[in-house]
């Protein structure tokens, strides 16, 4: 913890892109968290850890990716409404970049049999990196057996039976929340 | 011009399924872009997937590679911007109420219920891949040796994916690919 450390003034908003970009240019590897915990509690001091992990479990609870959550709560923290637009696209543009020009290489050479033999052999890669995710996403949310039933009816009405997903995410989810609802403290 | 609308509504109904992260909006993204649509191919999806999972910044930029298949230019940013700016301004807005949530009794059922509904999309998002991606043993054995490696050490992912690859490239030279 680096609480004690004294922390930064607020950046400019040009500081405040530029520090993203280059986060959103070197977080390779999707441990984008790892690398914003780096960034903006120890290298700049923006943030103390105390908020930077109240921040995170906002950006957790909400749908949206962590990396882009976290861009708009840390940049809305630091400098407003622009702070958060700024840190969002400079968490962004690197990647958006890329993957543009990735789709437009696709179409110039993506049917080459050297190229297809690559991306059979990251694409089967990829899905031991889901499965990592998975189980890392399960092992901080799922604490009761009930918990893992709601895994796996999810999975199996998705992945098998087709049932389409914002109904399986409105009855497991409905079913799941009331399962786990706020119980009053029983009286002594 | 039409298309266009396709994708900002696509990818921002998708932008709503991303509880707990990307990956748990993979199934409909499969389901909108290779059957409804047909922008691209199970396979062309895989593969800008798994390449997504080796670019910088957040982990589902394939977006704009779809986008970009769609519409050039024009398409990819319609499709950044559907898919950023739902949750985007929903995340804006809840950061400034949080105060006011944060001691809410209903929040911790709604993290956790809503926490093991993910991890089941993300299982079916895996299963869904996985029947793409894992065609035979040896291709299941590079999934699986990915997971382990991931699972038990703190290695970047970029790299365990990078060498599937030529070693997908190997299986290619050799004629077993």
Same mark, same amino acid.
């Given at each position: 913890?680096?609480?004690?450390?004294?922390?930064?003034?607020?950046?400019?908003?040009? @500081?405040?892109?530029?520090?993203?970009?280059?986060?959103?240019?070197?977080?390779?590897?999707? #441990?984008?968290? /790892?690398?914003?915990?780096?960034?903006?509690?120890?290298?700049?001091?923006?943030?103390?850890?105390?908020?930077?992990?109240?921040?995170?479990?906002?950006?957790?609870?909400?749908?949206? &990716?962590?990396?882009?959550?976290?861009?708009?709560?840390?940049?809305?923290?630091? @400098?407003?409404?622009?702070?958060?637009?700024?840190?969002?696209?400079?968490?962004?543009?690197? #990647?958006?970049?890329?993957?543009?020009?990735?789709?437009?290489?696709?179409?110039?050479? #993506?049917?080459?049999?050297?190229?297809?033999?690559?991306?059979?052999?990251?694409?089967?890669?990829?899905?031991?990196?889901?499965?990592?995710?998975?189980?890392?996403?399960?092992?901080?949310? &799922?604490?009761?057996?009930?918990?893992?039933?709601?895994?796996?009816?999810?999975?199996?009405?998705?992945?098998?039976?087709?049932?389409?997903?914002?109904?399986?995410?409105?009855? /497991?989810?409905?079913?799941?929340?009331?399962?786990?609802?706020?119980?009053?403290?029983?009286?002594? | 011009?039409?298309?266009?609308?396709?994708?900002?509504?696509?990818? %921002?109904?998708?932008?709503? +399924?991303?509880?707990?992260?990307?990956?748990?909006?993979?199934?409909?993204?499969?389901?909108?872009?290779?059957?409804?649509?047909?922008?691209?191919?199970?396979?062309?999806?895989?593969? =800008?997937?798994? +390449?997504?999972?080796?670019?910088?910044?957040?982990?589902?930029? $394939?977006?704009?590679?779809?986008?970009?298949?769609?519409?050039?230019?024009?398409?990819?940013?319609?499709?950044?911007? %559907? =898919?950023?700016?739902?949750?985007?301004?929903?995340? =804006?807005?809840?950061?400034?109420?949080?105060?006011?949530? %944060?001691?809410?009794?209903?929040?911790? %059922?709604?993290?956790?219920?809503?926490?093991?509904?993910?991890?089941?999309?993300?299982?079916?998002?895996?299963?869904? $891949?996985?029947?793409?991606?894992?065609?035979?043993?040896?291709?299941?054995?590079?999934?699986?040796?990915?997971?382990?490696?991931?699972?038990?050490?703190?290695?970047?992912?970029?790299?365990?994916?990078?060498?599937?690859?030529?070693?997908?490239?190997? $299986?290619?030279?050799?004629? +077993?690919?």
């Amino acid at each position: 913890m680096s609480d004690t450390q004294e922390l930064a003034p607020p950046p400019s908003l040009g @500081r405040l892109f530029w520090v993203f970009l280059v986060m959103g240019a070197t977080s390779l590897g999707g #441990g984008v968290v /790892a690398y914003l915990r780096t960034g903006l509690v120890i290298r700049q001091r923006w943030l103390d850890d105390l908020t930077f992990v109240e921040l995170l479990s906002i950006s957790q609870t909400l749908p949206g &990716l962590n990396a882009t959550n976290m861009s708009i709560l840390v940049g809305d923290r630091l @400098r407003g409404g622009m702070g958060a637009f700024v840190a969002t696209i400079g968490m962004c543009l690197p #990647g958006a970049i890329l993957m543009t020009g990735a789709a437009f290489a696709y179409g110039i050479g #993506g049917d080459d049999p050297w190229s297809k033999a690559f991306l059979h052999g990251i694409a089967a890669g990829a899905v031991g990196l889901i499965v990592v995710v998975m189980v890392q996403l399960g092992a901080k949310v &799922l604490k009761t057996p009930a918990d893992y039933l709601f895994v796996v009816a999810t999975a199996a009405a998705v992945a098998f039976f087709k049932v389409s997903v914002p109904i399986v995410l409105l009855a /497991a989810g409905a079913i799941a929340i009331w399962w786990h609802r706020p119980r009053d403290k029983s009286p002594p | 011009m039409k298309q266009l609308w396709d994708l900002a509504g696509v990818f %921002a109904y998708l932008s709503l +399924l991303t509880v707990g992260g990307g990956m748990a909006a993979l199934p409909e993204l499969k389901e909108l872009t290779v059957n409804t649509y047909q922008w691209v191919s199970f396979p062309e999806l895989l593969h =800008f997937y798994s +390449l997504g999972q080796l670019s910088p910044g957040p982990n589902m930029m $394939m977006v704009a590679s779809i986008g970009a298949v769609v519409g050039h230019i024009p398409g990819a940013i319609v499709a950044l911007v %559907a =898919f950023f700016l739902p949750t985007g301004l929903l995340t =804006f807005a809840v950061g400034r109420l949080w105060t006011h949530l %944060a001691t809410w009794r209903w929040r911790p %059922a709604i993290q956790t219920g809503l926490g093991s509904v993910a991890v089941g999309l993300v299982l079916a998002g895996a299963i869904i $891949m996985g029947r793409g991606a894992i065609t035979d043993l040896f291709y299941g054995a590079i999934g699986l040796a990915v997971f382990l490696l991931l699972w038990r050490t703190k290695i970047n992912p970029a790299y365990p994916i990078i060498v599937s690859g030529l070693i997908g490239m190997g $299986m290619h030279y050799f004629g +077993l690919g």
